[in-house]
């Protein structure tokens, strides 16, 4: 079939059109009228089109919590504002509606307590992403280096003994801000998190339903997954509290 100039053109600015219309940008303005006009499940729908190509961010997931909050989801609305939670982990918004859907989960697991070295630490460490980390450690590097190089070249006794110190000094707080980098990237290799989807999910002591049930969970419940066997699933829950369950009755974070 021979097309004319006129439907080329037109078919060509249609096509320019649907790819346009399926942007993230234009996705995630149309799910943001949906859900203020209250269609939360066609909100989702568009935000999911916009995961599918492999697109995250803290906005996406919080928006996403937010549908299923009002859909009064208690599994899905925890598990997409804990997946916003570790993108922006000091997003005072976040944090704010992770506590509104805990009230949801049936279960209150109270935290071990910790230290008041341990609390000071993590309060610390809290108050950067471990990228930010990065740049600090890197400027704190140069900034030792300069110093290291002020001191080989003064002649001046007294500026020589204040460089030397402060260059220690930048030494130090490069290997402490060194080690902070390290601690948080092996636990985000190493930890792993997950939400229960079950409505309820029996914990037994050993990979077994024969063996002992010590204590039932309920959907909504974040827990670290800490080992596996063919079927089964160890988790620990914040109170130390541990137990087997059955698999893919949790998904990860």
């Not at 190493?190 to 990979?207: C, D, H, Q, R, T």
Request: aromatic share 16%; hydrophobic share 45%.
């Amino acid at each position: 079939m021979k097309l004319n100039i006129n439907n080329a053109f037109l078919i060509v600015l249609f096509l320019c059109k649907i790819g346009f219309a399926q942007t993230p940008d234009f996705l995630f303005q149309k799910g943001n009228e949906l859900y203020n006009n209250g269609k939360f499940d066609l909100a989702i729908k568009e935000y999911n089109k916009i995961l599918e190509n492999n697109l995250h961010s803290p906005e996406i997931y919080f928006n996403m919590g937010n549908c299923f909050y009002k859909l009064n989801d208690v599994a899905n609305s925890n598990f997409y504002y804990e997946k916003a939670l570790l993108l922006s982990p000091n997003d005072k918004y976040i944090l704010e509606n992770v506590s509104f859907a805990k009230n949801m989960i049936l279960d209150n697991i109270e935290e071990l307590p910790k230290t008041q070295i341990q609390t000071n630490i993590d309060s610390i460490v809290s108050l950067f992403p471990i990228k930010v980390w990065s740049y600090i450690l890197v400027g704190l590097i140069s900034i030792f280096f300069i110093l290291t190089l002020f001191y080989l070249f003064s002649y001046n006794s007294t500026y020589k003994r204040i460089y030397f110190s402060l260059s220690i000094f930048f030494l130090m707080i490069s290997l402490l801000t060194s080690n902070i980098i390290w601690e948080e990237s092996k636990k985000s290799i190493e930890i792993k998190n997950g939400i229960i989807f079950a409505k309820e999910l029996y914990v037994f002591s050993e990979p077994n339903i024969r063996k002992e049930e010590i204590f039932i969970l309920h959907e909504g419940t974040k827990v670290r997954l800490i080992d596996k066997l063919k079927g089964w699933q160890k988790i620990r829950l914040i109170n130390g509290s541990e137990g087997w369950v059955v698999e893919n009755q949790i998904k990860p974070l």
